[in-house]
């Protein structure tokens, strides 16, 4: 089965530098989160998209920005990168609107490292 | 303090014993209850999915959900090397309609030795 696809696998980045991350949904997923997930940490939500229209932020910093596409996929995109920017960024896809049968499926993380 | 919290273990057990987890949680408005594998610098597994207090079993995995006591299980019968990796329970609330966020504990290492 199609799974949540998320490029590139690495990135390495200096600091004050910008990156963008990118997410391919599940097919017929509409709903896409973004997390991230420091070293010895659990996920921590970011943001969230539901028909190309952002449902929900968490603890996202201002320099971060993030949009849902047409076709679905979503973008992260980070500037002025900082060390503490370091960490695995996954993305996730949910098969409905979210509400009560919301599942999520996540992607096999982007690795970001900042130097 | 978090909103869920997950004993990180680690946790040893040997090849075919029970791998008993579990997580607290303090927000009431949690309705939704998943559990998750990861095993290292991969993606969390969705492995179980529960709404309802009481038990869902699929294959050798148990889950439990005790809404009065703001507590679940995950419970693994006959443990495999493949395993090992980390547990991460995860919770949300039917806050909106769209795109609720997981709320995830810490995660508990598991290390099944053959």
């Not at chain 2, 791998?19 to 610098?41: D, E, I, P």
């Amino acid at each position: 089965a199609a799974g949540v696809i998320q490029s590139p696998r690495h990135l390495i980045k200096e600091k004050r530098e910008t990156a963008t991350l990118k997410c391919y949904p599940i097919p017929r997923h509409d709903t896409v989160y973004w997390y991230q997930q420091g070293p010895g940490q659990d996920p921590q939500f970011l943001i969230s998209f539901y028909e190309k229209m952002q449902s929900d932020k968490g603890s996202i910093p201002d320099r971060f920005s993030a949009q849902q596409f047409s076709d679905y996929h979503s973008e992260l995109n980070m500037s002025s990168l900082e060390l503490g920017d370091s960490a695995l960024y996954f993305c996730a896809s949910s098969p409905s609107g979210g509400g009560n049968t919301d599942t999520q499926y996540f992607g096999p993380g982007t690795r970001l490292t900042v130097l | 303090q978090k909103e869920v919290e997950q004993d990180p273990g680690p946790l040893s057990v040997p090849e075919g014993a029970i791998v008993s987890l579990n997580c607290t949680y303090s927000n009431s408005a949690f309705q939704y209850f998943m559990w998750y594998r990861q095993y290292s610098r991969k993606g969390p597994e969705l492995l179980m999915y529960t709404y309802s207090s009481g038990n869902k079993e699929d294959g050798r995995f148990t889950a439990q959900v005790d809404k009065s006591s703001k507590y679940i299980s995950l419970f693994i019968r006959d443990s495999q090397p493949s395993d090992s990796a980390t547990y991460l329970c995860a919770m949300s609330g039917w806050i909106k309609a769209a795109g609720n966020k997981l709320t995830f504990g810490g995660g508990t290492r598991v290390l099944v030795k053959p």
